[in-house]
């Protein structure tokens, strides 16, 4: 069974502060995903990566930056907290290919189980 | 760009009724793939099932039945003979067919939440 494992399920942070969440994943998976969900507005990407040290924008991106040196590991980093950041967190991996043609890619996301972050 | 739209945020029925969840999808992409999750109360969303555009029968797997009509971009699900074990959020997602190695970016609908009452 892949595993996705989020290094905290409840975090509190000040306003201001550096905050890391780390992600990390046992199945090898190409890419990873970093992913916020807040009530209503389902999940929104925040940035995701297809290789190491590779990494793209997703929805949105700003106030936060992402991190991928080892393959199994894709942290995402808020440079400077704050209160309309609190959200719940999940970080997400998946194989590059899965089909043929022009599904090639498009396989399954295996998630973490979260991490609620409250920013105060 | 593309949109999905979960218009029912939240559902409540009794143990052992039908329930039926929405999903209407926009994409200008004639190639993408839809997917349902689940999400209990523990947090982890797990993956349903994954449906690509060229594919449009239907799929019943146990309780589970999904209907897609491309003609009217939706993708529904239903529960049949829902059980308490069904409580839970359950999102619709869509993901166009990748143009570089990136791939399946998901776009997520706003989640429907199931209230399953014994």
């Known amino acids: 069974d892949v595993k996705v494992t989020q290094s905290s399920r409840y975090l509190v942070k000040r306003t201001g502060e550096k905050v890391f969440l780390e992600c990390v994943q046992d199945m090898d998976h190409e890419n990873m995903f970093w992913y916020r969900q807040d009530p209503g507005l389902g999940l929104r990407l925040i940035y995701f990566?297809?290789?190491?040290?590779?990494?793209e924008k997703g929805d949105i991106p700003e106030g936060y930056s992402v991190s991928r040196e080892k393959k199994e590991r894709f942290s995402l980093i808020l440079e400077s907290a704050s209160t309309n950041q609190t959200s719940m967190y999940l970080c997400?991996?998946?194989?590059f290919g899965s089909g043929t043609g022009a599904f090639l890619g498009n396989s399954p996301l295996h998630f973490g189980n979260g991490t609620r972050l409250t920013v105060t | 760009a593309q949109k999905v739209t979960q218009a029912q945020t939240e559902i409540s029925v009794v143990e052992k009724e039908d329930v039926t969840l929405d999903c209407v999808y926009e994409t200008r992409d004639t190639t993408y793939y839809l997917f349902w999750y689940k999400q209990p109360p523990s947090g982890e969303l797990v993956f349903l099932i994954r449906?690509?555009?060229?594919?449009?029968q239907n799929e019943i797997s146990g309780r589970y039945s999904w209907n897609f009509q491309k003609s009217t971009s939706s993708f529904n699900f239903t529960i049949t003979a829902s059980q308490v074990v069904d409580s839970a959020v359950y999102f619709c997602?869509?993901?166009?067919?990748?143009?570089?190695?990136?791939?399946?970016?998901?776009?997520f609908g706003g989640g429907t939440r199931v209230l399953v009452k014994p």
């Open positions: 449906r690509n555009s060229f594919d449009e």
């Open positions: 990566s297809y290789d190491v040290k590779m990494k």
């Open positions: 997400a991996s998946s194989l």
């Open positions: 997602a869509l993901s166009e067919a990748p143009i570089k190695a990136a791939g399946n970016k998901l776009t």
